[in-house]
């Protein structure tokens, strides 16, 4: 199975693999499943930004990040060893939404699928821009670390406004914040990922680096 | 403005990335600097009005009461009043120049994909612009928009609070769309309505992407086009951000902006006053010519332009009580699902605009009006027409409306002209002229022409240009008159050639108290469009009036190829409308009559496996054979509680439970129609109030709970999300509903919740609250005072189950 369509019934805390289950309910899982991921493929116009930063740990135990300064053990712990940081924006834009909107009114069944569908299309969108500024990090002779979200541990939501600021997110994709630091277009991610002159040791990345291990959506460890 | 028809007229270029330069520090908001350092920000003036600009644009981009309110270190009156100042002594000391007050976007996006209320923007703006006015600024620039909604809300704004000129510019990406959708057409068609000097585009793009959009533009528009792009496209060095393309290549592409009829250059990001002053060089002396009068009668909704004129126009009329009881039901029921349902349903037929008329006696039609239409814009991306005879019904739908909208209608009679085209002149519009006055409807052609004519003439001096007019000629029965097609037709045809004024008809009127309408109605649609008819207000979900169009448009040289009539035809011989290739984004239509559905399953089975469609129609097949509550209990109930049953031990997953229920839903629907008919009105197990709370706008988890709690059989009173704690106080407290349940998504909601639970405890003491939401736990709940957190959506039926037992039951 390809690794949207597996994320997207992940999202929906869907394993398929229940004995009692029958079998017209999973083939009716996966064949909606995949309906509105070509549906929320379609609808997505995905865009991003980035912008390097210096990165200082200072005395008192807060980040210096160029765009802002915040204490956050959890992204001090991901930016350990590193000298820079590449902030990053990245949204499926205002479509998407209007397409849970419609569904969430007219149908919500689907709306609930398109929901994990569109999560699924975004991480994969950002997976694939942080492959390439990996290469590039490398073949520069540095090294990047996985992206880490304000909102995640102990990263503040409320380094939010500085770091689209930093990005002219607004001005250039379109993300807004509202008056509760809640991202609009919804389908929209921010980050921070270190920049270090040394390769990290064997790194975990999204779902197994986090620390809520009983979370339902966590991903099977295989 | 005089100087524009003379010669090419110039604006300045970037300033927040000059401001960085001269040491405002990263992060700092630019406009501080008006207060701060104003010999700066005046002297930036001073060099662009030096490198020869005309018109320089005061430092207030992003000046507004969010980011400057009036109790903060620096009060919004200061900062752009000293802007406008700085602006002001730099034009003195050039000697010559203009200032524009520079008007950005909020920061906010509005609601519904954000949390900023339309009026909210709209007051935002017009505060700037007072303030703006008063200090002296010679016009209003609202630009870098990337939001036709917010777009409206400034360029509204700057003409309610100003009598200065407006120009209005968006930003396009490389596809030629705004960030919100829309095109150079939507765009061009809401800024003309509403009457702006000067429309163009600026920022996104640099002079070579930006060229095809222009070129697109300058098509289209009727108004004097204003171009200022980046100095090409950015990219990040060293954590600075630069453009790729220097001022001698920038003034060469803006050179040939001006050769294509460009009438205004300007610059925006990474622009300097080098890159202005070479652009004015090559620029200065290039013929200048206004743009023709396009004469294109445009609607538009936020992303859509529909052209009415050229390829007939669908308009759909099932948004409309007349004659319908089911939907006067819907109206009274405050049902608004009932209402999207319908809009949906058209587009999915093919129809190019929705006609929305919610008028009965005994509803608030202002506000439902007004509501219908942003709950039908917040869903549908069609344009709508506004249907009501109530001036203030009217304004106010036009008002919130996100585009420009079809307005239906005004008529010869002085009162009517006096009330309807104001507004239109106001807030644009394409309005619909009956050609009936104060003696009637004229019984021949040539006394309707006249009415058209005087019409007309009376919009003329309002400012309405004719192809914003589109004259209906009336359709009357012909069981009444047997001559009346006959007249309808010809005054559509010499309205066309007299007068060259485009043509509406509501065509199904013609077969009023006739049998089998949709003979006669289809033959007199092939007729008028055989006249020349250009809008047909019809019901598209009539398979008659659809094939008329298609073949219309493919016997008369509208459909090339005849793609359309094949594509719709080819694979369905019997043409189910369902079968086109409408819309794949659209949701899915209703169960119709005749659609396919397996056979062989029963209500309980296809309950349980969520088909919606054969749900519905085992339902009727049932209701032939027995009684309706007893359908209800044997077969919904067992179905719904298996599935509620499998989904709590994890053999049924969400959207399955979800399917279930709205299959359970749509034969909920069948069978309540028959008891309405029988007299018997189902009762409902009690109120539950929903709502997101205040400041969230993840909403799909309450409405996850309402299709549950539904099914259940209790009335959900759904108060939307983005609520306002005294909002929900007050809805509780006037039904004395007794359950309330409140969602929020993020930690940085949960307190607002908190404050509805505390506010809820003081207005409507009796009501209990039940909470859920991704960041909620059972302690984070009773922390805040909840009196149940629901898991999952089951849970918290159980909870309604608890609290509003003793109700009648199903």
């Known amino acids: ?222 | 403005m005089e100087e524009i028809r003379k010669r090419k007229v110039f604006l300045d270029g970037g300033m927040g990335s000059l401001l960085q330069e001269r040491g405002l520090p990263a992060g700092q908001l630019p406009e501080t600097w008006n207060l701060q350092r104003p010999e700066v920000v005046r002297q930036i003036h001073l060099e662009y009005l030096q490198a020869g600009c005309d018109i320089v644009t005061a430092n207030t981009f992003g000046a507004n009461g969010l980011k400057f309110p009036a109790d903060g270190d620096m009060p919004l009156e200061q900062v752009v009043t000293a802007a406008v100042a700085c602006a002001k002594d730099a034009v003195r000391a050039a000697g010559h120049g203009a200032v524009a007050l520079d008007l950005g976007p909020t920061g906010r996006l509005l609601r519904p994909l954000g949390d900023l209320d339309f009026e909210d923007a709209c007051r935002l703006y017009g505060e700037v612009v007072r303030i703006g006015a008063r200090a002296g600024a010679d016009l209003i620039l609202a630009e870098t928009m990337s939001d036709s909604y917010e777009l409206k809300a400034a360029v509204l704004a700057a003409k309610e609070h100003s009598d200065l000129p407006v120009f209005a510019t968006v930003v396009f990406d490389g596809s030629g769309k705004l960030l919100t959708g829309g095109s150079a057409a939507s765009v061009t068609a809401l800024l003309e309505g509403l009457g702006v000097d000067v429309l163009g585009i600026n920022c996104g793009l640099g002079p070579v992407q930006m060229k095809a959009i222009v070129r697109e533009m300058l098509e289209v528009s009727s108004t004097p086009v204003l171009v200022s792009p980046n100095a090409g496209l950015p990219r990040s060095e060293h954590g600075k951000t630069v453009y790729d393309i220097d001022a001698d290549a920038f003034a060469a592409e803006m050179e040939e902006m001006g050769r294509i009829g460009v009438q205004l250059l300007g610059g925006c990001c990474g622009t300097t006053p080098e890159h202005i002053r070479k652009m004015i060089r090559r620029c200065r002396n290039l013929p200048q010519a206004l743009p023709e009068e396009k004469n294109r009668t445009v609607v538009t909704s936020y992303s859509q332009a529909v052209q009415i004129g050229g390829q007939p126009v669908i308009i759909g009329e099932r948004i409309n009580p007349t004659g319908k009881s089911r939907f006067k039901q819907a109206l009274r029921d405050h049902d608004m699902e009932y209402i999207l349902r319908e809009g949906a349903a058209q587009q999915d037929w093919g129809a190019h605009v929705l006609d929305v008329n919610v008028g009965l006696p005994e509803i608030d039609e202002p506000s439902f009006m007004e509501e219908t239409v942003r709950e039908l814009q917040s869903v549908l991306d069609l344009p709508l027409q506004i249907d009501t005879s109530d001036p203030e019904a009217m304004e106010r739908a036009l008002r919130i409306y996100n585009g420009k909208a079809l307005i239906n209608s005004v008529n010869g009679k002085q009162e009517s002209m006096d009330a309807v085209f104001p507004l239109v002149k106001k807030y644009g519009g394409v309005v619909v002229a009956l050609t009936l006055d104060e003696n009637g409807i004229p019984e021949t052609a040539e006394g309707r022409l006249r009415i058209a004519k005087a019409i007309c003439r009376r919009a003329e001096e309002y400012g309405i240009r004719r192809c914003d007019l589109l004259i209906d000629a009336l359709c009357l029965t012909v069981s009444a008159d047997s001559r009346s097609a006959r007249t309808t037709l010809e005054t559509v045809r010499r309205v066309k050639e007299e007068l060259g004024v485009g043509t509406i008809l509501g065509v199904s009127n013609i077969s009023f108290g006739l049998p089998q309408r949709e003979n006669l109605n289809s033959t007199f649609f092939a007729m008028a469009l055989h006249s020349g008819l250009d809008a047909a207000i019809i019901n598209p979900g009539s398979e008659a009036m659809m094939r008329v169009y298609s073949s219309f448009r493919a016997l008369s040289d509208l459909d090339p190829h005849c793609g359309d009539y094949i594509r719709r035809y080819a694979v369905q011989p019997g043409g189910n409308p369902e079968g086109t290739s409408q819309g794949a984004s659209a949701p899915k239509p209703l169960p119709a009559a005749g659609q396919p559905a397996k056979r062989d399953l029963t209500l309980q089975e296809s309950i349980v496996r969520g088909l919606r469609e054969r749900a519905a129609q085992a339902a009727e097949e049932e209701l032939r054979a027995r009684d309706a509550l007893a359908i209800i209990s044997e077969e919904m109930i067992p179905a719904l509680d298996q599935v509620g049953q499998g989904f709590e031990k994890g053999t049924f997953f969400l959207p399955q439970l979800l399917m279930s229920a709205e299959a359970a839903k749509a034969a909920f629907a069948v069978i309540r129609e028959r008891l309405e008919q029988s007299g018997t009105r189902q009762e409902s197990r009690g109120t539950v109030i929903l709502a997101t709370v205040k400041g969230d706008i993840h909403d799909i988890g309450k409405n996850i709970v309402k299709v549950l709690l539904e099914n259940y059989s209790f009335r959900v009173l759904d108060l939307g999300k983005d609520v306002a704690p005294e909002a929900i106080a007050e809805a509780a407290a006037k039904d004395q509903v007794k359950l309330v349940g409140l969602s929020a998504l993020m930690t940085t909601t949960v307190p607002s919740m908190e404050d509805t639970i505390r506010l809820l405890r003081k207005e409507a003491p009796w009501a209990k609250v039940m909470v859920g939401g991704a960041v909620l736990t059972e302690e984070y709940a009773a922390s805040i005072g909840a009196d149940r957190y629901c898991r999952d959506a089951m849970a918290s039926v159980k909870y309604a189950q608890e609290v509003l037992d003793g109700g009648d039951g199903l």
Do not use: H, N
């Open chain 1, 1 to 222: 199975m390809e690794k949207e369509l597996r994320e997207t019934l992940r999202y929906l805390g869907y394993r398929g693999r229940t004995e009692q289950e029958p079998e017209t309910g999973r083939q009716q899982m996966l064949a909606l499943a995949e309906d509105c991921l070509r549906e929320a493929r379609q609808a997505a116009r995905p865009r991003c930004l980035w912008k390097e930063q210096p990165l200082q740990f200072l005395e008192d135990g807060r980040l210096d990040l160029g765009l802002f300064q915040t204490r956050s053990q959890a992204l001090a712990k991901s930016l350990k060893d590193c000298t820079g940081v590449l902030f990053f924006a990245a949204t499926l834009g205002a479509e998407t939404d209007r397409l849970l909107g419609r569904y969430g009114r007219l149908q919500v069944s689907r709306a609930v699928v398109l929901q994990a569908a569109a999560a699924a299309v975004l991480e994969a969108y950002c997976d694939q821009v942080f492959e390439e500024k990996k290469k590039e990090y490398e073949s520069r002779g540095q090294f990047l670390r996985p992206r880490f979200s304000p909102g995640y541990g102990d990263f503040s939501l409320e380094c939010q406004p500085a770091l689209l600021a930093g990005l002219e997110a607004g001005k250039r994709i379109g993300i807004t914040l509202t008056g509760r630091y809640l991202m609009a277009p919804s389908k929209s991610v921010t980050a921070a990922a270190g920049i270090s002159p040394v390769p990290a040791g064997c790194v975990t990345e999204g779902c197994e680096a986090c620390g809520k291990t009983d979370c339902a959506y966590r991903r099977d460890e295989a």
